[in-house]
């Protein structure tokens, strides 16, 4: 069962993603607006696992992954790199931002494509895709003595070789003021056959956190629990950071078994992000009212251990920000303007009439 998965299990699902209309079509029955997507040229990179396309039936799911018409269209605030990320590019791969802590985009690719992807300006694009082997993001680690925290993201790092994850995860251990490493990945939930005993190793003997992405609580099969029990049965600690989907997560009732269904499988909820403006994502944005009114209610109601933090990434490089109420945020006409951690303003696209 479980822990007879294998290389050749998850090498097959990359190998045989969907990545076509034809393809898709062999899983669901496709909708105008989808229909239109593939009729008019998808913006942004598209593939899903047979894995994950096999639960495309759950509505939920299937509009985070399939494109539809509406994602061609950009609206007012929004942009193609909302965090300001290239700004604080520090070499190819390395995004400095906060002091302590480097956000490290080892890869391009990823096994499925979310389509509010943050940095759907790059992942999947076949220039990018094979990076490394990152001498300069060694070198410049090596030299700066604050960072302590190493977050392994991309793309998503899970889909690289044993052998290229391993090396990476040494490599930034040899370096003694790195304390804390992490790798964000969907893998669990998307390709959760990737979570073979070999890599929980690897995980294990570097000491590497994982930062999850989870949704939804359909994404919380057994082939997941499995997975997550695997990590958990080596130690591995986890986290996940949930993404503020409007029509698919934005009530109590799902956040609440989305975190508890976590919690059962030893993941700590961790962030509730707010959904960047990311070009073609206004489908997908809540009001921040909403958010605020949400963790409003799970904390007047739900186990603290399952509560994440709400928090909205400063457009344009501000940083995180944690949100509990009204007393960091205002609004100004059609935007939100929110106070960072160094008291600075930032403004967030966010329509009156889009219902709180
Ligand atoms: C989110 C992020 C991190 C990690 O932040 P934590 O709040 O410590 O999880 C680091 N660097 C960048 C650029 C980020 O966006």
Redesign the pocket.
Known sequence: MASEASDLDWKWQIANRITTRHQLEEHIRLEEEERAAFDAGIPFSFAITPYYAARLVHPALRRTVVPTIREGKAMTGELADP?G?EN?RVTPEL?H??PD???FLATTFCSTYCRYCTRSRMVGKPTAAARGPYEDTFRYIEEHESIR?V?VSGGDPLVMTDAVIDGLLGRLRSIPHVRTIRIGSKVPAVLPMRITEELCAILRRHQAWLSLHFIHPAELAPETRDACRRLSDHGIGMVSQTVLLKGVNDDVETLTDLFYGLLEINVKPY?LLQCDPVKGSAHFRTAVGKGIELIRALHGRISGLAIPQYVI?APGGG??VPLLGNEQIRRDGEEIVIINHEGKEFRYPDPTGSGA
């Open positions: 965090l990320e604080h995004i931002t906060y802590k480097v956000l925290d977050l962030y990434d940083g995180k």
